[in-house]
């Protein structure tokens, strides 16, 4: 516990006990009773002998770490610590006052003043120990939920860095491999290529910081690949974009639409003997950003075999926007596949 907290305690320990001994005044006054030298020696004695017996109480209980279990858990033990505490009090209360001749009474008064004591002090320690307990376990309970969102914000984080681990290398492997093509070929569109690599590798760098990105920013990102993409495939790969230019400021998670795009021209125009055509839309559907990438080709069971991108693109999504977000790939006709990302809006904005 820290020094303010340790200070509410025995702040709260003086004020409880001390308004038992206010009551008891306060009872003999509403009587008319006179109060007796005898009877303040004995609310002192009362009240200290509380302090001291419930003190010893909560170092029980902070060392047995009682307060950490479950109230299924906590009910036995709690309710033999009162049991004690409330016998141990009568006993140090008797015994003082039996030493000090505070009261008059006979040798076999002995165990009915101790159960009668020890009934009266359980009216106390009863409310004592509940408050205790709950105020510990309702605080405990905050902290360990507090302790559990780090946790879980740091997981996500960790899963979204390493998601981008296996996603930026795989990018760049497959733009070199376009560029290392133009070398021999055409020197000056080399050259160009490079420049537009340049371009992605530091949008690529950039998004490493930042969990989404502008659609518009990714949308760049994937025309400069293209173009690179075009050098190698010339005419066989054809590319059509139709874009809601409102729909460009909406975040998405950073490499995501690079590599569906990628793996469509992996997976589906790289097998085509005649080539195909990339279709990248983007526009509002109800609450949702709908992206949907079409790609000429088939859909088959290999199609992920050796790409990380498409099986963490779900849970890329879900982890920055929650579980409504999607995404699917299918064929929407024989010879077209589909991807389909949706990211709802409202949580996006």
Not at 84 to 95: D, E, K
Not at 195 to 218: D, G, P, Y
Not at 260 to 274: F, M, P, T, W, Y
């Amino acid at each position: 516990m820290t020094s303010n907290g340790s200070k509410y305690y025995w702040w709260c320990q003086i004020g409880g006990w001390g308004s038992l001994a206010l009551v008891l005044v306060l009872n003999s006054s509403t009587f008319e009773q006179k109060i007796t030298d005898k009877q303040i020696m004995i609310m002192v004695i009362t009240v200290l002998t509380g302090i001291l017996v419930t003190h010893v109480f909560r170092e029980v209980i902070k060392r047995a770490g009682w307060a950490f279990l479950t109230v299924e858990k906590a009910y036995p033990k709690f309710l033999m610590g009162m049991l004690i505490t409330c016998i141990a009090i009568a006993l140090i209360r008797i015994g003082v006052v039996d030493t000090l001749g505070l009261v008059d009474h006979k040798k076999s008064d002995f165990m009915p003043r101790l159960l009668t004591v020890a009934a009266d002090t359980g009216l106390m320690i009863i409310p004592w120990t509940l408050i205790y307990y709950f105020y510990h376990y309702v605080l405990i309970s905050g902290r360990q939920q507090v302790d559990t969102l780090k946790l879980e914000a740091l997981v996500k984080e960790l899963e979204l860095k390493t998601i981008k681990a296996h996603i930026n290398p795989h990018f760049i492997f497959n733009a070199l491999n376009s560029i290392r093509a133009l070398i021999d070929e055409n020197p000056t569109r080399a050259r160009t290529a490079i420049t537009e690599l340049s371009n992605i590798l530091r949008s690529s760098m950039q998004a490493e910081k930042l969990e989404t990105v502008t659609f518009e920013k990714e949308l760049n990102i994937v025309k400069d690949y293209l173009a690179l993409e075009h050098i190698r495939f010339e005419d066989r790969l054809q590319v059509e974009f139709d874009i809601d230019e409102d729909t460009l400021d909406q975040p998405i998670p950073p490499m995501m639409l690079q590599t569906l795009v990628e793996n469509a021209i992996k997976h589906g125009i790289s097998r085509q003997v005649d080539g195909g055509k990339v279709k990248i839309i983007s526009d509002f559907k109800e609450d949702y950003h709908e992206l949907v990438i079409l790609n000429t080709g088939v859909l088959n069971g290999n199609r992920d075999s050796d790409g990380f991108g498409l099986a963490s693109t779900k849970n890329r999504l879900q982890l920055l926007f929650g579980q409504r977000a999607n995404f699917d790939i299918r064929e929407v006709n024989d010879n077209t596949v589909q991807a389909r990302v949706l990211i709802p809006v409202a949580m996006t904005k």
